[in-house]
Every structure is written in structure tokens, then in C-alpha cells.
């Protein structure tokens, strides 16, 4: 393709201001949010990468649809058209939503456990997935490639299932102890990474063999069809609807956080390929976790917007523009030398901390140093996803070292233009210019759980 870029297939109808804060004011915004970018307020922030998560833009199809909303408790209207236009994506029998993706695994996961000792197995587990896995009394054992951790090297699909190990766990654990497998599409955790309907269709043969439910975690299931018709020669003149339905034809269940590829502000999905037992145990055990199946945690109008977003999300030149916008700060931040997640993945570019500022070691947490030096820089807010993230070993009380000490810049669905992204980019290559000057942190404050939430740091001075 001899483009610089694609360009966005929509034009702007309304716009939201940001403002463009001072060097000296976001000093004092950082120290402010105890150098945790999560305790930042939005309004300070410039271009706001923190996640894809119920950030994007509603097209004016979906804002339209928000005044047909039913708010009926029971049986609305806005139920039923959602549950059409999921049945239509997922050839599934039975649909119920829910207020978002957790919603969902509070009410499925547990109805797959029925005793002690069962594990799940997936390539990766989201970490609400994996919350819910053990919240539900089961265990979570990740399977994934090892080229996923191996950040350099291009691979058209780090997110898949590593096959041999599938087995491994099955045979080892026993097949009676294996609760369902969970094919997370794309691998959010592995940077968004694709999995390939190769892949997908061998894990299902695995099911298959030793009689396991097969689960999809798709939140960026129209992404990952994205990266397989690009990538696996079969499936180039399929489109994307056609490759997510073959694909949701090998699972049993589907799980769905709709903030992501529904593009949505909120909303979730169960979906039940024909399991009429599961499907009863859901319906009542939602009533008191999300509410009455036909709402599931949704207002009507929520409903509405996201049966429109759920069909948005599927269209070719919507997906070419927004994967490609991932490209184009991967390629800007890879052209001046910055290390990152190589190939990129689907929703973000994930800078790589560990080469990025090797002199601050993982209990003084590089890749939120690096964040922080971002938002000082440009008023850009990135996430960590590292050791600061990943937390304290619960027994030895020490401070657990991630594989990766990742900074990731989160793409939302049809938010920033290209030009924000240039600023992104030049951002990160002015830190990485001077990133000998870059200082580790420490604790003022640690909460006993989910520290990266709320936590207050201070740097390290030397
Ligand atoms: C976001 C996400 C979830 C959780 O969904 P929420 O809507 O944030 O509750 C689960 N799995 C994956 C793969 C996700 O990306």
C-alpha cells in the first residue's frame, strides 16, 4: 500500500474540547495524583490513551437510537432488537446482556463450577476473567505461544493458544478437571495480539477430544477476524462477519465486553450456542447480580446504541482505519528506535520499558516512570501494565517481577485523529531521548489489593 495513512471513513460532527495544559500546571496535576496517572483527573489530560474501554465515539446512528429506547423493565423492545442483531452476528441460540464484561463472567463462570479443583485454561485470562475464574472457587492457568513474549520478532499471531502445552495441562490435570477453555480474542493481555483461525479451529478439535466447553472471551472479536483475513491467505475474501461467525461456530458459549468492538460507553453480552439447561441457570442467576435477563445491568437506550455499534464494528473500511491507526504510531515509535510490542496488536502500542529505561529495576517500576514522563511531556495519559500492575507475592509479601514492563498507549474506537497521534509519537521519542535522566518510584501509599488503582508513588531521589 503506498498510502501514508488511511484516512477516517467519517467525518466530524461534534466535537468535544480538550485542553493543552503547561508543563509547569501538569507538574503539579502528577504530584497531585501521586505520580499514578489513574488518579489523574480527565480534564487534565490532554489525549487520553488510558484504554479502549467504553472511550469511543458513537456514530450518529447510535445517537439516534438512544431516543428509541424501552426502558421497560420487562420484555423491552430495546432487548429484542439487540438480541436480533446478536443472534444474526453469533448464529447463537440464546442471548442475555449485561452491564459489561465482568457482568457477564459473574453470572456464566460460576455455573461451570460445580465442585472444587477445576481449572479453566486460557491463552491468556483477562484479569476480570481471572478474578471471576477464582472468585467462582476455580483455578486460571494461561497457554500461550512463547513468541508472544518475545517483543522484537514478528509473528502474525502472538496470541495463540500453545497447543502442546493445551494438552499437557489436560492430560496432567485430568480432562473431569478442566472447567472450559477460554479463547481470548484478541489476547488483550499479550498486547491485543491476534489468534488465527488455525489456531482456534485446533483448540476446538482439543474440546472436542476430551469433551471440555469451549468459551470465547471476544471483546475484540471483530478485530481479530480483522487480522486473520489480513494474515492467513484462506480467509483474505471472506469478510469479517463471515470469519467471526465460522469462528463463534467452534466455541459453546461467547462472553462479551461491549465497550470494546460493540462501541459502546457500556455494555456486555452472554451468548449460549444452544445450551437450554446453561442457558436457564443464567437467566435466573442474573436477576440478582445484573437484573432481569431481558436488561442485564442496560438501560433501553444502551441497548439501542449498542445493536447499532455491535453491526459499526464489523465494516471493513471502519476496521482498516482504526487498525491502521495502530500501525502508524507503532511504525512512528519503531522508525525512531523506541522498542515496542513488534508486530502491534489490535487496540494499542505497547512500549517496551524493560529496554526502554533498563537502569530502573522492576520494584521501582520502569514502565510507570515512563508514563509518567509522557504525561509530564505532553499531557499524553498511558496505563502501565507490569510489575506495578501485577502486585505483591501474597505469602513472601515481596514485590512480584512482570515478564514485561509495558507502557501501553491505548487507541479508542473513532476518538483521536492522526494528528493527535503525531504529538503521541513525537511525545515518546522526546522522553526516549532523554531517558537516562528517568528515576524509578516508591511507595507513599500501597492498598493491600489492586494497588495500581489507587496507589500514591513518589520518585526515587538519588
Ligand atoms: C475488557 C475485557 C474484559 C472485561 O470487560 P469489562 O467490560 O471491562 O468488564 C474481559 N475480557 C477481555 C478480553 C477484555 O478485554
Not at 423493565?73 to 439487540?82: M, W
Not at 480432562?175 to 477460554?182: D, P, T
Not at 533498563?358 to 520502569?366: A, K, N, Q, S, V
Amino acid at each position: 500500500m503506498n498510502k501514508k495513512y488511511v484516512a477516517p471513513p467519517y467525518r466530524i460532527k461534534m466535537v468535544e474540547p480538550i485542553k493543552v495544559t503547561t508543563k509547569e500546571e501538569r507538574i503539579g496535576f502528577l504530584k497531585d495524583a501521586g505520580y499514578n496517572p489513574f488518579s489523574l483527573r480527565s480534564e487534565d489530560v490532554y489525549i487520553d490513551l488510558l484504554t479502549d474501554s467504553g472511550t469511543g465515539a458513537m456514530s450518529h446512528f447510535q445517537w439516534a437510537a438512544l431516543m428509541m429506547g424501552d426502558e421497560a423493565y420487562a420484555g423491552s423492545r430495546s432487548f429484542y432488537k439487540l438480541e436480533k442483531v446478536a443472534k444474526e452476528i453469533t448464529n447463537y441460540k440464546y442471548i442475555i446482556p449485561a452491564h459489561q464484561g465482568r457482568g457477564a463472567e459473574q453470572v456464566v463462570l460460576p455455573q461451570l463450577v460445580d465442585r472444587e479443583g477445576l481449572y479453566f485454561i486460557s491463552n491468556m485470562h483477562f484479569d476480570t476473567t481471572r478474578a471471576h475464574v477464582e472468585l467462582a472457587g476455580a483455578r486460571a492457568l494461561d497457554c500461550v505461544i512463547d513468541e508472544c513474549f518475545d517483543t522484537e520478532n514478528y509473528h502474525p499471531f502472538k496470541g495463540n493458544f500453545d497447543l502442546k502445552g493445551l494438552v499437557n495441562i489436560i492430560e496432567g490435570k485430568g480432562k473431569e478437571n478442566i472447567a472450559g477453555i477460554i479463547m481470548t480474542i484478541t489476547n488483550n493481555s499479550a498486547g491485543g495480539q491476534p489468534v488465527s483461525m488455525e489456531n482456534m479451529k485446533e483448540v476446538k478439535k482439543i474440546a472436542n477430544k476430551y469433551d471440555i466447553t469451549l468459551l470465547i472471551d471476544g471483546a475484540r472479536y471483530a478485530e481479530n477476524a480483522y487480522f486473520v483475513k489480513q494474515r492467513e491467505e484462506e480467509y483474505k475474501n471472506k469478510s469479517i462477519r463471515e470469519i467471526a461467525l465460522e469462528v463463534f461456530q467452534l466455541a459453546d458459549i461467547f462472553l462479551m465486553s461491549a465497550k470494546k468492538d460493540g462501541i459502546s460507553n457500556i455494555g456486555g453480552l452472554i451468548c449460549i450456542k444452544e445450551d437450554t439447561d446453561l442457558y436457564n441457570k443464567c437467566r435466573t442467576y442474573i436477576v440478582p447480580m445484573e437484573g432481569f435477563p431481558t436488561y442485564g445491568g442496560l438501560t433501553g437506550r444502551d441497548m439501542e446504541a449498542l445493536s447499532v455499534g455491535l453491526n459499526e464494528a464489523l465494516e471493513l473500511d471502519y476496521l482498516e482505519h482504526r487498525m491502521d491507526q495502530v500501525r502508524f504510531l507503532g511504525d512512528k515509535l519503531r522508525d525512531a528506535g523506541v522498542p515496542i510490542q513488534y508486530p502491534v496488536g489490535g487496540h494499542a502500542v505497547f512500549v517496551d520499558c524493560k529496554k526502554f529505561a533498563p537502569h530502573i529495576p522492576y520494584f521501582e517500576f520502569p514502565a510507570q516512570s515512563v508514563s509518567n514522563a509522557l504525561y509530564l511531556e505532553a499531557g499524553v495519559r498511558p496505563v502501565e501494565i507490569g510489575s506495578f500492575l501485577l502486585g505483591r507475592d501474597p505469602d513472601t509479601h515481596e514485590n512480584l517481577e512482570s515478564p514485561l514492563e509495558l507502557m501501553r498507549l491505548t487507541i479508542p474506537r473513532r476518538t483521536y485523529t492522526y494528528a493527535h497521534l503525531e504529538v503521541v509519537a513525537e511525545a515518546v521519542i522526546e522522553v526516549y531521548k532523554n531517558r537516562e535522566i528517568l528515576v524509578g518510584l516508591e511507595f507513599d501509599y500501597e492498598p493491600p489489593v489492586l494497588r495500581h488503582f489507587t496507589a500514591r508513588l513518589k520518585p526515587i531521589k538519588k
